[in-house]
């Protein structure tokens, strides 16, 4: 097989028996890979992933028989791959064109400590045993999909990542496992929402929560704080493994993410965040057509530690880059044009992605969730464009990013008229077993004192703040307080970067304890401009004076700013 033609990334090739769909082609001597897009009588059309400068009719053309497939083991922890899933030096997201085989790096040795009986009948998904790595979360090795029967062999100690560990029903088991990244991994069963994700940001929690397993979009325009929001979400969310794909974004910031991580002490376990997390770079001076595949192999690498009985996060910054690709390949191939260029099949490929969410039950009969969290960059700001607005049809919580809020560096400028969560109802119940019966109260109250705040905002500039009655004023000091001592919250700041869930709901109280205070006080008789005219700043800077978990700090700076107030005459 050799290559007939190039026109940019697309190579035609002479046909070959065999060839499918979607198979992976290596094409001439610095073995680019490539994927199947079409087969015709006398061509086959490969899509590849890279640049194909050089690249000459003539040049082989070796088939490799399978479609892109992720090679899943111990080495994905701690470390930096791009699209295809191939190593990144640690000198910063390059990319050398055909510099790592597919699927050939080197995993290193590992120490497998067997847990299965040799003579024992198992299934897929059951665990042959585990690995030690830095990472605080079990590795398991588990029989594959599709494998099952008597286990024959068992290796024990140091074994290569790419050496068999176990025989199972006559079929070896190696240590890391490959599968196609386009192909969910198969599970038990779906469960739904049934527990929160933690964030850690106050904005998110308190208010458009999401479940793990759950999926969240960040629509927002041109810095507005998404990448941030992101970040901030892979450094402190409570999930077990972060996989963390940088999608067409700058390289310097995913070169941040990845020394951020580094920097960072896992709070749970005192060692390395990083040591938990997967970086996959594709940034925006990386060939753009393998990132279409980094989406799908960010899942695969999340599937794989979910069937570990593990919670895992993908963040995906940001998928209208990805989308882009998803464009410049259809007007490439020559594909009839939907919406705004983008092909007919964009709207079923974002489905496809978000559907690859869920909190399942494992073949293996562990419990194990997938949390995907889109960014969404609108040219413009426009949430009708195709993207944002398919986003918005299949993900179960919104969480936009308002231009003014950034502006004004109201930060996470997240918009709580615009943003929405289908799982805040659900978890009420969640939050009611875990102790905090009063977390769908409060958050009703909130969104509707922040609903009035605004509707007032626009009334007192058309008919001036004098002209509203005191218990209106209240309302509009209530929204203003909600924004600064709650919603705002820096991720400069080490103490307010994070936040538990404890002291969100203690600072959220405390704001309404006093604007119950200042209700009292107006309906006494007292004017709404003295309590206009009260310095707040106790209250506003509780969160980033007290530790992120400081439950007694925030009660102290309460019970000063209510003595502050006084009691109603
Ligand atoms: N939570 C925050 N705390 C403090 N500063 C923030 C926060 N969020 C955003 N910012 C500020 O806003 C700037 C822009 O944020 P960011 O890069 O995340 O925007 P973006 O939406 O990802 O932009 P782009 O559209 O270019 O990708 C940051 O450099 C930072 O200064
Ligand atoms: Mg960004």
């Known amino acids: 097989m050799s290559v007939l033609r190039v026109s940019g990334s697309l190579v035609e090739v002479a046909p070959m028996p065999g060839v499918a769909m979607y198979d992976v082609v290596l094409l001439g001597p610095d073995r680019l890979p490539g994927e199947v897009v079409e087969i015709g009588d006398r061509r086959l059309t490969v899509q590849a992933y890279e640049d194909t400068g050089g690249l000459a009719p003539g040049a082989a053309a070796a088939p490799q028989g399978a479609p892109l497939s992720a090679r899943l083991g111990p080495h994905l922890l701690g470390a930096v791959f791009d699209g295809l899933l191939r190593p990144l030096s640690s000198a910063g997201p390059w990319l050398v064109p055909g510099a790592a085989a597919l699927g050939a790096g080197d995993e290193g040795r590992w120490d497998f400590t067997p847990s299965a009986r040799p003579g024992a009948t198992a299934a897929p998904g059951d665990e042959l045993g585990t690995v030690a790595t830095a990472a605080p979360v079990p590795v398991r090795v588990l029989v594959p999909p599709g494998v099952a029967g008597a286990v024959t062999e068992l290796a024990a100690g140091p074994v290569g990542a790419a050496a068999r560990v176990a025989v199972v029903g006559g079929t070896p088991v190696p240590l890391t496992t490959t599968w196609p990244v386009r192909r969910p991994r198969p599970y038990a069963q779906r469960l739904g929402a049934a527990a929160g994700l933690h964030t850690g940001q106050r904005v998110l929690d308190l208010l458009f929560p999401v479940a793990r397993g759950s999926s969240a979009a960040v629509p927002g325009g041109f810095g507005t704080g998404k990448t941030v929001l992101l970040q901030q979400i892979a450094k402190w969310c409570d999930a077990d493994v972060i996989v963390y794909v940088g999608c067409g974004e700058r390289g310097n910031e995913m070169a941040d993410v990845v020394a951020d991580l580094a920097a960072l002490e896992d709070p749970r376990t005192g060692r390395r965040l990083s040591d ?277 700090g925030v009660g102290e700076r309460l019970a000063e700013t209510l003595a502050l107030l006084g009691e109603p005459a």
């Open 276 to 552: 938990r997390t997967v970086v996959i770079a594709n940034t925006s001076n990386m060939p753009m057509m393998a990132r279409e595949a980094s989406i799908y192999t960010g899942v695969t690498v999340a599937e794989y530690f979910r069937d570990m009985g593990l919670h895992v996060v993908v963040i995906a910054d940001s998928t209208s880059r990805w989308a882009e690709a998803l464009r410049e390949f259809a007007s490439r191939t020559g594909t009839l044009p939907a919406e705004e260029g983008y092909p007919a099949g964009l709207a079923s490929a974002l489905a496809a992605f978000y559907e690859r969410a869920g909190d399942v039950v494992t073949l293996g009969g562990r419990r194990g969730s997938v949390t995907i969290v889109g960014a969404v960059s609108p040219a413009g700001g426009d949430m009708t464009e195709p993207v944002t607005a398919h986003t918005q049809r299949f993900v179960r919580a919104v969480w936009l990013l308002d231009r003014d809020l950034a502006y004004a560096r109201h930060y996470p400028a997240v918009a709580w008229a615009g943003s929405f969560s289908r799982d805040a109802e659900p978890l009420a119940a969640w939050h009611a077993e875990r102790g905090d019966p009063g977390w769908a109260r409060r958050r009703e109250r909130v969104t509707a004192l922040l609903a009035d705040a605004d509707r007032l905002t626009a009334l007192a500039d058309l008919v001036g703040l004098g002209a509203l009655p005191g218990a209106e004023r209240v309302v509009l000091l209530a929204g203003r307080l909600l924004r600064e001592a709650v919603l705002q919250q820096s991720a400069l700041n080490p103490n307010d970067a994070h936040c538990s869930p404890a002291k969100g709901a203690a600072l959220l109280d405390a704001v309404l304890a006093v604007v119950d205070r200042c209700d009292a006080l107006v309906a006494a008789g007292t004017p709404a401009a003295a309590l206009e005219a009260t310095d707040f700043g106790v209250l506003v800077r509780a969160a980033r004076e007290t530790d992120p978990d400081d439950v007694d």
